[in-house]
């Protein structure tokens, strides 16, 4: 299938380093999304990339997509506690019919 | 903007038992789509409308499972003879059409004893 692998699972740091989740697919992805759901929340939609080699940012929040658009990555600077959940990249195939979720990457915060 | 509103929140029901969920979207929404999630993993498409068509359903919605959107606008999600593996989160989410991203509810969360 046309599954979406992230890493880490989880990734426990302390206040103030910096995160990194990477979402990797074995095929061509049209576009990418990224999504943070709270513990006990709903995923909330935070970013979608398009463009091969693409890089957004969104405060200390910063979105790559791969050169081969089969990767992508978001870096979070600076973490702070508002920052916890599990962040979560989305495929779809074309437009934004049904979205294929990575498997997630849990983040927690040590103050 | 009120977001998505799922009713109810939570259900505890018997095996074997029917339930159904439901689903308001944000106004002016057309797409409407349904997601299951377990304890540890990413949400997994269920099924997508278009208004009030149906266009797609995953091989994760059995027989056993109906949904209706019948005029375009709030969605029901339909579970019967419910099965322990059945016990979830369901997330429903709409978006205005197929370039917008998609916003999602409070879910519902099911458990089967």
């Known amino acids: 299938g046309q599954q979406v692998m992230q890493i880490p699972q989880y990734q426990h740091v302390q206040e103030g380093e910096d995160f990194t989740t990477y979402c990797n697919s074995s095929?061509?992805?049209?576009?990418i999304q990224w999504y943070k759901q709270r513990p006990g929340g709903h995923p909330v939609f935070l970013i979608q990339?398009?463009?091969?080699?693409e890089v957004k940012k969104q405060k200390r929040l910063t979105f790559q997509f791969g050169e081969a658009k089969k990767n992508s990555s978001l870096h979070i600077t600076a973490t702070q506690t508002t920052d916890v959940g599990t962040y979560f990249c989305?495929?779809?195939?074309?437009?934004?019919?049904?979205?294929?979720f990575g498997t997630g990457t849990r983040l927690t915060i040590i103050p | 903007d009120t977001g998505v509103s799922q009713d109810p929140r939570h259900k505890i029901t018997k095996r074997g038992q029917n339930v159904t969920f439901r689903c308001d979207p944000i106004?002016?929404?057309?797409?409407l789509y349904w997601y299951r999630q377990t304890l540890g993993q990413g949400p997994e498409f269920l099924t997508y409308?278009?208004?009030?068509?149906?266009?797609?359903k995953s091989r994760l919605l059995s027989d056993r499972f109906s949904a209706e959107r019948p005029k375009g606008s709030f969605s029901t999600l339909e579970i019967q003879r419910t099965e322990q593996g059945d016990s979830a989160m369901y997330l429903c989410?709409?978006?205005?059409?197929?370039?917008?991203?998609?916003?999602f509810g409070d879910g519902t969360r099911l458990s089967i004893l």
């Open positions: 409308f278009q208004n009030e068509a149906q266009l797609e």
């Open positions: 106004s002016e929404h057309n797409r």
């Open positions: 989410a709409s978006s205005p059409d197929w370039e917008q991203p998609q916003h």
């Open positions: 095929t061509t992805l049209s576009n």
């Open positions: 990339l398009v463009k091969s080699g």
């Open positions: 989305a495929r779809s195939n074309s437009g934004n019919e049904k979205l294929t």
